[in-house]
């Protein structure tokens, strides 16, 4: 990948192989683009924080069997074990 405003080709070989120039690349978790703009990767994070609050709502959160502490508890616990989503 080439990080640049513009397109720019540049060819690598490898072996006498040509390698594949791509769009994006995602490293160490974290999803970077030719253009350098963190756009997708934000997005990226807020969908999958969005995914994990729809599973608490949808599995604790409508649960009538649940006391509110413990869900508050089911809640806390889960925010913590997750702390990548919310960076």
């Known amino acids: 990948m080439v990080l640049d405003r513009k397109r720019v080709a540049c060819?690598?070989?490898v072996g006498?192989?040509?390698l594949p120039q791509v769009e994006e690349f995602k490293y160490l978790g974290?999803?970077?683009t030719s253009e350098g703009k963190m756009?997708?990767?934000i997005d990226r994070r807020i969908g999958?924080?969005?995914a994990v609050m729809q599973s608490v709502y949808r599995t604790i959160v409508v649960k009538k069997e649940?006391?509110?502490k413990a869900k508050l508890s089911i809640y806390l616990?889960?925010?913590r074990s997750?702390?990548?989503l919310w960076s």
């Open 11 to 13: 060819p690598l070989r």
């Open 30 to 32: 974290v999803l970077f």
């Open 77 to 79: 616990v889960n925010l």
């Open 39 to 41: 756009e997708r990767e």
């Open 48 to 50: 999958a924080a969005s």
């Open 82 to 84: 997750h702390p990548h």
């Open 66 to 68: 649940l006391s509110r």
């Open 16 to 18: 006498g192989e040509v």
